[in-house]
């Protein structure tokens, strides 16, 4: 498959199974079962995987592309897409004592077979993901594990889950391994409803780990080398996933207000709302100016993923900070554009502006991220 390949099928995916059914899925907080069949049958859950193991092996470009066409249809979906990337990436990374047990599962997922997730939050510990309360306790065959996470993308529906957890004999905060759990393992469970304000569809439950067994062959990570795993595995490649949902909630409301605009009529003035209001063609404009800095920053951190240089972590960092704060500012426009017909869920506005709100939510949240750069800035230590 070739990048051209990858976004045509994204889009064919978004226009047939994602569009007709994104409004009722958000109503009704129902998981799209068949949009994650559709990108199974499609190869884009192996799109980042390695060709041996039947992945397209692409690459950063690619994968913000799809999800921007995905997002710009169902940001739910997206958001489902891009955790399950994430977790493939890190049983990918796996420590070689655990290649022979996780090649099998790398094939079912480039087979477009198998949906995977990150469990990272935890209640105590909150948005501060790289510091789990839960410890392993080692047995004969490896650790039993007891945490219980506070939201899980997919949960319930993925065949996997990128569970952490304090190393055994981690001494410090961030000393975690990374386990890879299988669904069916004994004590695993979801432990309530996913009923949020936005990206509504995507089962963002909480799941309890209820004294699970985990082999040492599905330890992912040395001992304590989960946090390493976080940040280089996982945090670049999910700013970047993140910023391009962004990206696609911003696409979408500013179609969506370009429909309203010259669609919706002033009858008495024999004007649409667009022609009639240079307000309203303000408002427009500014959205679009933001929306294709958005694309230029996301462009600009594919480059620096790319070619990896001094600057591509702050480049990480601020990308989403400034794509979540786009999103809420762009959807927010489009609210305000559209008035009544927004507010009273005429039109899909309102989805985009819930949804929009969930970028700056996840971990490392907006503030977070600002705290960082700013640290970084002056020299200071992150952790
Ligand atoms: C839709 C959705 C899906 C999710 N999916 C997953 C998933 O699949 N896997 C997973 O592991 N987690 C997931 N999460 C959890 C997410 O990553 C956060 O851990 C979770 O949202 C915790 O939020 P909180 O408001 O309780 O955090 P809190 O830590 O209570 O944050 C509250 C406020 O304090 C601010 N704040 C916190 N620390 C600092 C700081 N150091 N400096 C400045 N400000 C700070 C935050 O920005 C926020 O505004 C998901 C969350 C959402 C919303």
Redesign the pocket.
């Known amino acids: 498959m070739t990048h051209d390949d990858a976004v045509l099928k994204a889009r064919e995916i978004a226009s047939r199974v994602l569009t007709p059914s994104a409004g009722q899925n958000d109503k009704a907080g129902r998981f799209s079962t068949e949009a994650v069949e559709s990108l199974g049958e499609s190869g884009l859950l192996g799109l980042t995987m390695p060709a041996d193991v039947g992945g397209s092996a692409l690459g950063p470009r690619t994968l913000a592309a799809v999800i921007a066409t995905l997002a710009e249809a169902d940001a739910s979906v997206a958001?489902v897409y891009l955790?399950h990337i994430l977790g493939a990436a890190t049983i990918s990374a796996a420590r070689p004592r655990a290649t022979q047990i996780v090649t099998p599962i790398l094939q079912e997922i480039g087979a477009g077979r198998h949906l995977s997730?990150?469990?990272?939050?935890e209640a105590g510990s909150?948005?501060?993901?790289w510091a789990p309360l839960s410890r392993a306790h080692r047995n004969s065959n490896g650790v039993r594990i007891s945490p219980k996470?506070?939201?899980?993308?997919?949960a319930g529906h993925a065949q996997s889950y990128i569970v952490s957890s304090l190393a055994p004999e981690g001494a410090g905060p961030t000393d975690s391994t990374l386990y890879l759990l299988l669904a069916q393992t004994r004590g695993f469970s979801v432990a309530g409803p996913w009923d949020?304000l936005?990206?509504r569809a995507?089962a963002?439950a909480p799941v309890t780990l209820d004294d699970c067994e985990v082999p040492s062959s599905l330890q992912l990570t040395d001992d304590g080398a989960g946090f390493p795993a976080m940040l280089n595995v996982v945090l670049p490649l999910f700013n970047l996933g993140t910023a391009a949902v962004a990206l696609g909630l911003c696409r979408a409301a500013l179609a969506g207000t370009v429909s309203h605009l010259k669609n919706a009529k002033f009858e008495h003035l024999g004007q649409s709302l667009g022609e009639s209001l240079p307000t309203l063609r303000a408002q427009l404009a500014a959205m679009q100016i933001d929306t294709d800095g958005l694309s230029a920053r996301i462009d600009d951190l594919v480059e620096h993923l790319e070619k990896p240089r001094e600057t591509t972590m702050l480049r990480v960092l601020e990308c989403k900070a400034a794509a979540g704060d786009v999103a809420i500012s762009v959807t927010s426009a489009a609210m305000r554009a559209c008035g009544g017909a927004a507010f009273s869920k005429h039109l899909n506005i309102e989805r985009l502006f819930r949804d929009a709100h969930?970028g700056?939510?996840?971990?490392p949240?907006?503030?977070?991220l600002?705290?960082f750069i700013g640290k970084s800035l002056l020299g200071m230590a992150l952790f």
């Open positions: 958001m955790m997730t990150l469990a990272f939050s909150r948005s501060h993901f996470k506070s939201w899980v993308t997919s949020g936005g990206l995507n963002s969930a700056a939510v996840m971990a949240t907006g503030d977070v600002r705290e």
